[in-house]
């Protein structure tokens, strides 16, 4: 089974609309999938999952899911208080 790949241009998505992933993590590339969300991928494009910004009680929370090659479901890794935190879990 072939693993998903991503090859984007650049570390983050400069589309107009789209937004920047608000960390620079060393060893991850991320690029804008749509408002709110951006999608994770290890420095030769091997898509890792997504993390995606909602809005909490007590201001933004950064939801960290892990993608599964071959698989439309993806495994739940928690929710935390910076991007930064989230980025973390895919070193």
Known sequence: MS???FHPRTSSATTPGR???P???PGLRFASARS???RVAAPDGTVLGHIER?????????LARRARPGLARAI????FT?????????R
């Open 54 to 62: 909602v809005a909490a009680e007590d201001g933004e929370r950064f």
């Open 3 to 5: 693993e998903t790949m």
């Open 82 to 90: 910076t991007s930064r935190d989230a980025a973390e879990v895919f």
């Open 36 to 38: 709110n969300l951006w």
């Open 23 to 25: 960390a620079d993590v």
């Open 76 to 79: 739940e890794l928690g929710g």
């Open 19 to 21: 937004e920047r992933f």
